[in-house]
């Protein structure tokens, strides 16, 4: 999915469930190297979970996050970029059912 030029829901943490995020990546497709502005990962709240500011993003690279960041129920996770860029993401981690 190409997304950029605003904000872009990923997915919704559904009722009863928690999320752990481990992993992110987001490329950019385009021509050549040009000033863009970058992105952020966030929640609901917000909440910066992974960022990458820009200029000079090249073409057909690959920027990778590694860790773990629990969502909650309800919660939204979330690429922005103001930048009208073709990137693709990719998040990844496990589903978790509380108590």
């Known amino acids: 999915m190409g997304l950029g030029g605003g904000p872009a829901v990923l997915g919704t943490v559904p009722a009863g469930k928690v999320w752990v995020v481990r992993h992110i990546t987001v490329t950019y497709h385009g021509a050549g190297t040009?000033?863009?502005?970058?992105?952020?990962?966030?929640?609901?709240?917000?909440?910066w979970l992974w960022?990458?500011?820009?200029p000079d993003i090249p073409v057909d690279a690959s920027e990778d996050w590694a860790g773990?960041?629990?969502?909650?129920?309800?919660?939204?996770?979330?690429?922005?970029?103001?930048?009208?860029?073709?990137?693709?993401?990719l998040a990844s981690g496990y589903e978790l059912t509380t108590p």
């Open 51 to 54: 960022s990458r500011p820009g």
């Open 68 to 89: 773990r960041h629990v969502l909650a129920a309800g919660d939204v996770l979330t690429f922005e970029s103001i930048d009208s860029a073709n990137y693709n993401v």
């Open 34 to 47: 040009i000033a863009l502005n970058g992105w952020i990962v966030s929640n609901s709240a917000g909440e």
